[in-house]
């Protein structure tokens, strides 16, 4: 099976930088996509970034900017680099991977979740 490790949270201060890293390991054809989703206390899940194989990112507004989405193809991880950041980008970070099985069929995969926690 597909299974997404994710790394790099923590504490940090307003204005400080972290950097979050995923990789998928398993047995899989291909990465399609990954990226990065957030949860708040109270709140519901939300896209924070999400890029493609080939590299095509996609933001949302509150980060643009601030955020910077990368992949590492040759070692199916994702990097979210998070700079500037302020105490509402605190929340669980959860990975995403859409994968393409050895069966011909698209699956997505979350991982365990990482705690970001921004606060002085």
């Known amino acids: 099976q597909v299974q997404l490790v994710e790394s790099g949270g923590g504490l940090v201060q307003p204005g400080g930088s972290l950097r979050l890293s995923c990789a998928a390991s398993?047995?899989?054809?291909?990465?399609?996509?990954m990226g990065w989703y957030r949860q708040a206390p109270g709140k519901q899940r939300e896209l924070v970034a999400d890029?493609?194989?080939?590299?095509?990112?996609n933001y949302a507004d509150s980060v643009k900017g601030r955020f910077t989405i990368s992949i590492d193809n040759a070692k199916n991880t994702v990097y979210l680099q998070m700079n500037s950041l302020k105490p509402e980008d605190t929340a669980v970070y959860y990975c995403?991977?859409?994968?393409?099985?050895?069966?011909?069929?698209?699956?997505?995969?979350w991982g365990p979740g990482t705690q970001v926690t921004v606060s002085s």
């Open positions: 398993g047995n899989f054809f291909r990465i399609n996509a």
């Open positions: 995403n991977a859409n994968i393409l099985g050895f069966g011909s069929y698209n699956s997505d995969y």
């Open positions: 890029i493609t194989s080939g590299g095509g990112a």
